[in-house]
Each structure stands twice: as structure tokens, then as C-alpha cells.
């Protein structure tokens, strides 16, 4: 069964900061792999998103993403945390061929303090 | 229309009422999901529809709950018997066919559901 494991709960950063939230997976096949936000009261937005290809993904915002197949992971980076990316930060991992579901992490609360 | 479209926005029920979600999806996409999102909580999958095949209802909590999708359109969930627990926000996501193109999911805003 796939899952994915989001090791840290809360993450406090300075304004200014850099960032990397991680991420691991268990998938018996190439996966997609996706990073969502979600704001106080807002619902899910796609940050980026890994297919196949080049391994370092751009997303909104100036996030990046780096897939390593060999450990598993796909950590979320972003070389200047700004106080309005403050929001729970999802990764998410999903089948690339077949019927599967869309299967997410327990999340990552970000906290940027001043 | 433009995104996945939740009703209602927020509904308040007594314990042991039955209720009625609904989520229209993107027009187009075979996939839909359900996920419940209980306070402070991560996105716990419900299930899971592709097109015409059998629905994966391998998240499903309890005997409670089920779902029904018709083709590719409307999805409606329902709780049976509600309790207390059952207070969430519930999520409906739809994607495009899985293994060719984008498989994102685009969610909807969400049902905020509050059994008193």
C-alpha cells in the first residue's frame, strides 16, 4: 500500500529564512508526487507537482521540490520564507498508470515567526 | 463550471440525523475523491471513484457512510445516524484519468459538518 510520511508536525522559520519540509514515500511504482497548501480557512492549492523528468520541480510561490528515488523523498524548499507562506503544507503521492487513489501526508504546520 | 463545487458550505445536524453532501467536480474529470479533514487534523482518504469501475471504498469508517457517483458527474456522500465524531470538514477532489497527462487533484472549498 503507498503512503506518505510528513516527519515533522510544526516547523517555526524566521521571515527571511530558508525552508525544506520533508517528505517520504512507500510506492511499489513511479509515483506522482504533488505539495499542496492549505491556508486558515482556505481549501487546497497545487504548489507543484512531479511526473518524470528533471527532478528539481519549480511551483508557485518560489517553492521547489527535489525527487530522490533513492531515498524516497520529495522535501519542499524555498530559499526565503515570507510571513504570508505561514499554512499547512500537504504532500501527496499518487499512482502513474492504474487506478489508485491519491493518498496524503498527515501535513506540516508552518509557522514564520518576525 | 470553473472548479469542484461543494454544497452546502457548512451544516449543523443533531446527533443520530442522517445528511446529505454533495460535490459537483470539474467538468470532464473521471476521478473524484472524498477525504475528511477532522480539526488540526490531516486529510484521512474516504473514496475514491474512476469513471465506470467499482468505487475504491477502502477509507470508509464505518458501515455509516457511503457514496454514489453517477458516470462522471455529481457525487453525493452520505452519513447515516450521525455522531459527534463525525464533525469534519469533508473534501471532495477531482482529477483527470490517471497515467496520461495531469493527475493533480483540484479540490473543492469544502462541507464543514458540525454534529451537535
Known amino acids: 500500500a503507498q503512503s506518505v510520511t510528513q516527519p515533522d508536525i510544526h516547523i517555526t522559520v524566521s521571515e527571511g529564512a530558508s525552508l525544506e519540509l520533508r517528505c517520504n514515500y512507500s510506492?511499489?511504482?513511479?509515483?506522482?508526487l504533488f505539495w499542496y497548501v492549505q491556508s486558515p480557512g482556505q481549501g487546497l492549492q497545487l504548489l507543484l507537482k512531479?511526473?518524470?523528468?528533471?527532478?528539481l520541480v519549480q511551483g508557485i510561490k518560489g517553492f521547489e521540490a527535489e525527487f530522490k528515488r533513492s531515498q524516497s523523498s520529495f522535501n519542499l524548499r524555498k530559499p526565503s520564507v515570507h510571513w504570508s507562506d505561514a499554512a499547512e503544507y500537504f504532500c501527496?503521492?499518487?499512482?502513474?498508470?492504474?487506478?489508485?487513489?491519491?493518498?496524503f501526508g498527515k501535513g506540516t504546520m508552518l509557522l514564520v515567526s518576525p | 463550471g470553473a472548479g469542484v463545487s461543494q454544497s452546502p458550505s457548512n451544516k449543523v445536524t443533531e446527533k443520530g440525523k442522517d445528511v446529505e453532501l454533495r460535490c459537483d467536480p470539474i467538468?470532464?474529470?473521471?476521478?473524484l475523491y472524498w477525504y475528511r479533514q477532522r480539526l488540526g487534523q490531516g486529510l484521512e482518504f474516504l473514496i475514491y471513484?474512476?469513471?465506470?469501475?467499482?468505487?475504491?471504498k477502502s477509507g470508509l469508517p464505518s458501515d455509516r457512510f457511503s457514496a454514489e457517483r453517477t458516470g462522471e458527474s455529481v457525487s453525493t456522500l452520505t452519513i447515516q445516524r450521525t455522531q459527534q465524531e463525525d464533525s469534519a470538514v469533508y473534501l471532495c477532489?477531482?482529477?483527470?484519468?490517471?497515467?496520461?497527462?495531469?493527475?493533480?487533484?483540484?479540490f473543492g472549498q469544502g462541507t464543514r459538518l458540525t454534529v451537535v
Open positions: 467538468s470532464g474529470h473521471t476521478a
Open positions: 501527496a503521492v499518487g499512482p502513474y498508470s492504474g487506478y489508485s487513489t491519491l493518498t
Open positions: 512531479y511526473f518524470s523528468g528533471d527532478t
Open positions: 477532489a477531482s482529477s483527470s484519468r490517471q497515467g496520461e497527462g495531469s493527475t493533480e487533484a483540484f
Open positions: 471513484f474512476q469513471g465506470n469501475s467499482a468505487p475504491d
Open positions: 510506492y511499489g511504482a513511479t509515483p506522482y
